[in-house]
């Protein structure tokens, strides 16, 4: 993960190292190399980029309904205000989405 950019307000942006996939392609197989950008936002939100969206990968806590006609469970992000906490989570989560993603040929 390296840090590529801050902007005016101090988003952090950085960029994860490139995750190789095998894709087939006409029954070939063809591997692709993609690389993605996470963001660290001064209001607390830490998002990743991803076919030119952006995804929130703040964590989420569940809020029981309230009784006045909303009977549905709702969730809310965690906000994590402190830089170097938004930082730690940014690593942990960049570890585990690695884990999931990484293929080995």
């Known amino acids: 993960m390296k840090l590529v950019s801050i902007s005016k307000k101090g988003t952090l942006k950085f960029r994860l190292k490139p995750i190789v996939k095998t894709i087939y392609y006409n029954g070939?197989?063809?591997r692709e190399s993609v690389v993605k950008h996470v963001y660290s936002y001064n209001s607390g939100y830490?998002?990743?980029?991803c076919n030119d969206r952006l995804y929130q990968i703040n964590k989420v806590i569940k809020?029981?309904?309230?009784t006045k006609g909303n009977y549905f469970e709702m969730y809310e992000r965690v906000l994590l205000k402190n830089p170097q906490e938004r930082y730690k989570y940014l690593v942990e989560w960049v570890e585990r989405f690695y884990q999931r993603n990484t293929v080995t040929i």
Not at 46 to 49: A, F, G, P, S
């Open 63 to 66: 809020i029981k309904p309230n």
């Open 46 to 49: 830490v998002r990743i980029e």
């Open 28 to 30: 070939e197989p063809v």
